[in-house]
């Protein structure tokens, strides 16, 4: 049995003649001024995933040489190569809705171009885990370098941070007790770097379930962004990439089923984004893997919620890198996870933890016994109106709202809520229960982070800071409330969702596990008979024809069916 193909005789393009096709290869590769010794070592691909309009990928152009240095440092050769960068604030409709053409984008870059390892660079929220289901379709040795969280900012003497302030000061400013021109001035203060939000955010969250799902080295997921450590991290990561090369340590001998329990865990542990479960059970899907929500509710009951960081508590990401990072975190669950998984620094999730450093005096993350939430930092619903499934980030709701019942206030489109939130004449009362629709996956389409409903205009005036609020759609980890989300099936494929009305009333009881809508099944068959779905402009062409033909619900991760490595539909060509 002959070796498989290693360095430039990777991937060779089609011409009928192998060898020709390397001596093609060599000759425009030498344009780029690499010498024959240069081509003969270990190719260590990274994705450059730097953009002008991604501020939380600000700093990856120094992330990349230092990642350079690392890997000629081990005796490899690094090149770069270009792929597509999304930034949750300049993403139309979506970056949810791109997250998939990034994972696309990276899969087949990384397959089409000769490389015996490769860098993937994440940060802003989709980011991450497009790498991550790119590198567990392909199956070629990688490793994860995280950009690194923001450091906080200052007004008027108050420590802030994107994005959790970002919308405590909108909502502020939403109730007449901000100014326009504070909020201007504000806006300056939220952000004062690169890096991604410094909260307890989809990324930050991403960052720390990647490190304990094995596929980043340790100590890597909280550094901020300018930290000299972030460099020294990132040259420790290329040298581990020639490493990984020529061990052929695969993300399928990383990502196993254990390595996302261990995931899942971390994930209430850490009271993470909604957004992260997702993630998870997408890129598992890319390996087979069948993420049981069951399974995760039961971890929440077991697990909780240790980390003190805003949504939540009250810290910040710079905050818990100086606590220890995600070793605190893991040493205080260590019981409850599989330390014997690998991880891409070649030891053992238990013998990284042994290795890190002797813990300090802090108090970002807490003992077991003192949580800053009991259950969990998620909760699984279940119920009539959410056949398949809910969420709700129960660690940043109120406690009061979590067993609620209510007459629903129905929002039928992003639209619809655009246009009459803020209306003076809209019949709403604090202890009615907000619901939109139609913005999950197909919907919107995108399922975007639209779930933080905003309080009617009226009643945030009036001194209401929370209701409960439902639908299909996701919320940015960032944000706060009782706010039930990932309702499936959503109402654009016919789910009960599309079937309520104005005045229904609604049970949310979190402790039970069930949101319930409180209407005679006769009536709803009635409903069911006259409901069609909702027309989607543009959807005949382009990539999102193929989103909308492709796209899973949220349980599935919303991921694209052909694209997992065991298909849900049989009806897909």
């Given at each position: 049995m002959t070796d498989a193909p290693s360095g430039m005789r990777k991937g060779l393009a089609n011409y009928g003649d192998a060898e020709f096709s390397l001596f093609l290869r060599k000759a425009f590769i030498k344009a780029m001024g690499y010498s024959d010794s240069a081509l003969d070592r270990p190719i260590v691909g990274i994705t450059n995933t730097f953009s002008g309009y991604n501020a939380c990928h600000r700093n990856v152009p120094d992330l990349i040489e230092a990642i350079k240095?690392?890997?000629?440092?081990?005796?490899?050769?690094?090149?770069?190569?270009?792929?597509?960068?999304?930034?949750?604030?300049?993403?139309?409709?979506?970056?949810?809705?791109?997250?998939?053409?990034?994972?696309?984008?990276?899969?087949?870059?990384?397959?089409?171009?000769?490389?015996?390892?490769?860098?993937?660079?994440?940060?802003?929220?989709?980011?991450?885990?497009?790498?991550?289901?790119?590198?567990?379709?392909?199956?070629?040795?990688?490793?994860?370098?995280?950009?690194?969280?923001?450091?906080?900012?200052?007004?008027r003497g108050e420590r802030l941070g994107a994005c959790t302030d970002c919308r405590r000061f909108w909502a502020m400013h939403r109730a007449g007790t901000v100014s326009g021109a504070e909020t201007e001035e504000i806006s300056g203060k939220l952000?004062?770097?690169?890096?991604?939000?410094?909260?307890?955010?989809?990324?930050?969250?991403?960052?720390?379930?990647?490190?304990?799902?094995?596929?980043?080295?340790?100590?890597?997921?909280?550094?901020p962004a300018v930290n000299a450590d972030r460099l020294r991290h990132a040259e420790a990561t290329g040298a581990r990439?020639?490493?990984?090369?020529?061990?052929?340590?695969?993300?399928?001998?990383?990502?196993?089923?254990?390595?996302?329990?261990?995931?899942?865990?971390?994930?209430?542990?850490?009271?993470?984004?909604?957004?992260?479960?997702?993630?998870?059970?997408?890129?598992?899907?890319?390996?087979?893997?069948?993420?049981?929500?069951?399974?995760?509710?039961?971890?929440g009951k077991e697990t909780p919620v240790l980390v003190d960081l805003k949504p939540s508590g009250q810290h910040y990401m710079e905050d818990l890198e100086k606590a220890g990072g995600l070793t605190p975190v893991i040493r205080e669950?260590?019981?409850?996870?599989?330390?014997?998984?690998?991880?891409?620094?070649?030891?053992?999730?238990?013998?990284?933890?042994?290795?890190?450093?002797?813990?300090?005096?802090?108090?970002?993350?807490?003992?077991?016994?003192?949580?800053?939430?009991?259950?969990?930092?998620?909760?699984?619903?279940?119920?009539?109106?959410?056949?398949?499934?809910?969420?709700?980030?129960?660690?940043?709701?109120?406690?009061?709202?979590?067993k609620h019942a209510g007459r629903a206030v129905v929002f039928d489109s992003l639209r619809d809520l655009a246009e009459r939130i803020d209306s003076p004449d809209l019949d709403v009362a604090p202890d009615d229960?907000?619901?939109?629709?139609?913005?999950?996956?197909?919907?919107?389409?995108?399922?975007?982070?639209?779930?933080?409903?905003?309080?009617?205009?009226?009643?945030?005036?009036?001194?209401?800071?929370?209701?409960?609020?439902?639908?299909?759609?996701?919320?940015?980890?960032?944000?706060?409330?009782?706010?039930?989300?990932?309702?499936?099936?959503?109402?654009?494929?016919?789910?009960?969702?599309?079937?309520?009305?104005?005045?229904?009333?609604?049970?949310?009881?979190?402790?039970?596990?069930r949101i319930e809508l409180l209407v005679r099944e006769a009536t709803l068959a009635e409903r069911r008979a006259n409901w069609r779905p909702p027309e989607i402009p543009g959807s005949g062409r382009g990539y999102l024809r193929l989103y909308l033909d492709q796209v899973l619900q949220a349980e599935d991760g919303c991921d694209f069916d052909f694209l997992r490595k065991t298909p849900r539909r049989t009806d897909t060509a």
């Open positions: 240095r690392g890997v000629m440092l081990a005796g490899g050769l690094p090149i770069e190569f270009p792929i597509v960068s999304i930034h949750e604030s300049f993403s139309h409709p979506t970056s949810m809705f791109l997250r998939n053409l990034m994972a696309m984008d990276a899969e087949e870059m990384i397959r089409a171009q000769p490389m015996d390892s490769v860098v993937l660079i994440g940060g802003c929220d989709k980011t991450v885990p497009a790498l991550l289901m790119a590198a567990a379709s392909v199956d070629l040795p990688a490793i994860m370098e995280v950009t690194g969280p923001m450091i906080t900012g200052s007004y952000a004062p770097g690169p890096g991604t939000c410094m909260v307890m955010g989809t990324a930050s969250t991403m960052a720390l379930v990647t490190e304990a799902l094995g596929m980043m080295l340790p100590g890597g997921a909280a550094i990439a020639v490493a990984l090369a020529a061990e052929k340590l695969k993300p399928s001998d990383i990502m196993t089923e254990a390595a996302f329990g261990n995931a899942l865990r971390v994930l209430q542990a850490i009271g993470g984004s909604t957004n992260g479960l997702v993630h998870l059970t997408a890129i598992a899907g890319r390996l087979g893997i069948d993420i049981d929500l069951g399974a995760f509710d039961r971890m669950i260590e019981a409850m996870l599989d330390t014997g998984c690998r991880t891409v620094s070649g030891r053992t999730l238990g013998e990284n933890i042994a290795d890190a450093p002797v813990p300090w005096p802090q108090d970002v993350v807490r003992p077991l016994a003192e949580p800053i939430h009991q259950g969990g930092g998620i909760r699984v619903l279940g119920g009539n109106l959410a056949p398949n499934g809910a969420i709700i980030k129960q660690a940043a709701a109120t406690a009061s709202l979590l229960i907000l619901v939109l629709r139609n913005a999950g996956p197909k919907g919107a389409p995108g399922m975007p982070e639209a779930g933080y409903i905003p309080i009617p205009k009226k009643l945030a005036a009036a001194g209401v800071k929370d209701m409960v609020r439902i639908s299909d759609a996701r919320m940015s980890g960032t944000a706060f409330g009782t706010i039930v989300l990932h309702i499936s099936p959503e109402a654009a494929v016919g789910g009960p969702l599309a079937l309520v009305e104005d005045g229904d009333q609604i049970s949310l009881d979190v402790a039970a596990g």
